[in-house]
């Protein structure tokens, strides 16, 4: 196989599974770790799959992912404590997370609620989070598209020039049926 195809499909899967991974972000079933608070379960670049869960079916210990209203942003964590209208969590490090995470504005334990959970985790995959890390990740996007393009444009205009040159009778010996003169040599004299 040619260079070239070879860069255009490592180029057109990596866009696919790019894409792929985006659109399930967005649709709230996966999400990359970042951070040092889930370790040694989950490292930096981990992806974290998710399904929504009842807060009454949560236990002690689960991994969940949960919208931080002080951080604005989205915490994947262990559940601590149960109660009736929410939960307590906190980080799997010890040495980072040794106490519940924090309400910031009464400075007391942050009650996790069910509007609060995304979701569940039932599985994280290492290093494949980092695809969503990535600073722009739509100029990640856009570069994949145009290699795929580049190698494209670059492999039809090479099947142009064969065609232009089979055409123009320059390189009968590569390409097309081969040709084969038949003189027939009739003796004038029957036998």
Sequence with gaps: MKPLKVLFYIAATLLIVLVGLSLMNVAGLAYPVEGVSMQPIMYTG???????VNISQLRINQTVVYYNPFFKELVIHRVYTIFSNGIYVKGANA?????????????????VTQGMIKGEVYFAVPYIGYMLLWPNNYIIIIFFIIVALLVSFSSSGQKDKRAREMADGKRKDEEGPASIDITLIVDPKPY
Excluded: G, K, Q
């Excluded at 981990?46 to 929504?52: C, K, R, T």
């Design 46 to 52: 981990y992806l974290a799959f998710v399904h929504p």
């Design 95 to 111: 040495i980072t997370n040794p106490n519940p995470d924090l309400n910031y504005t009464s400075h007391t334990p942050l009650l």
